[in-house]
């Protein structure tokens, strides 16, 4: 009843909730987050997508290169990634456009009683999700996410999570003097076996020390919940019954 926006349960949502409650807890009232940093700075390795992307449109040259420079990040799994450029190309000689399974997707929101006032926004919003895995430029990808995707999402829900405890989110990655970070050359991004490595660069000049800067493990924190409880019976039943699905869909839904 609290939340304005359906909630994405494999966001790290929960986890924010509990920690602007301990905030408040000890009489803080504003935290910084580094939502934005991965995105902006090449946290994320996308090699898997932008080698989809890249065969399904053709591009040897810029398959290759991309295959070069996931080599050099994991060369541990050598076999795995050729198997994975291999299966690809294979799959690139039998294309199905992205916008097929756009249609078929729309095709059953309307046969489930979508209003016809949302057609057009869903419509939109799907093109959009599908036609992403037809970006195989790094730097694209990344604007994808900020401006489209898990980020406005996010920042909706954990600016809403967080204020339940009156504690209020400052985002300095989303600082729009950072965008120009996402026009830098991609190995400034990836290199080697390092992410984010402009970034690493700079806390190493800053006498940050290098178990630090320059480790490879990622010491974050997910989703609470797993599928098995998601595709509950009971959840999605709630679900149906929620008021936010009643508004949108004209007849009973079943999902």
Do not use: C
Request: aromatic fraction near 12%.
């Amino acid at each position: 009843d609290h939340v304005s926006l359906p909630l994405n349960l494999h966001l790290a949502t929960f986890p924010s909730y509990l920690i602007s409650e301990k905030l408040n807890s000890i009489d803080y009232k504003v935290a910084i987050e580094g939502t934005g940093g991965d995105e902006l700075m090449g946290g994320y390795q996308t090699f898997n997508k932008l080698l989809q992307a890249s065969t399904y449109n053709l591009k040897l040259f810029r398959s290759l290169k991309i295959m070069k420079m996931w080599l050099e990040f994991d060369p541990k799994n050598k076999k795995q990634i050729i198997k994975f450029v291999i299966k690809y190309i294979f799959k690139s000689m039998f294309r199905i456009h992205p916008t097929q399974n756009h249609d078929n997707l729309l095709k059953k929101l309307i046969k489930y009683g979508l209003q016809k006032n949302l057609l057009e926004d869903f419509d939109s919003y799907l093109k959009n999700y599908f036609n992403r895995s037809l970006i195989d430029e790094l730097k694209e990808m990344q604007i994808f996410e900020i401006k489209n995707h898990q980020i406005p999402f996010y920042v909706g829900t954990s600016d809403t999570f967080n204020m339940l405890n009156s504690v209020e989110t400052r985002l300095p990655f989303l600082d729009p003097k950072f965008q120009k970070y996402l026009y830098i050359k991609d190995s400034h991004k990836f290199n080697k076996k390092y992410s984010k490595y402009l970034l690493r660069l700079v806390l190493q000049n800053r006498g940050v020390p290098d178990s630090i800067t320059w480790r490879t493990k990622k010491q974050g924190f997910g989703s609470v919940v797993s599928n098995s409880i998601i595709n509950n019976k009971k959840v999605i039943q709630n679900i149906e019954d929620s008021n936010f699905i009643k508004k949108i869909f004209k007849k009973n839904t079943e999902i």
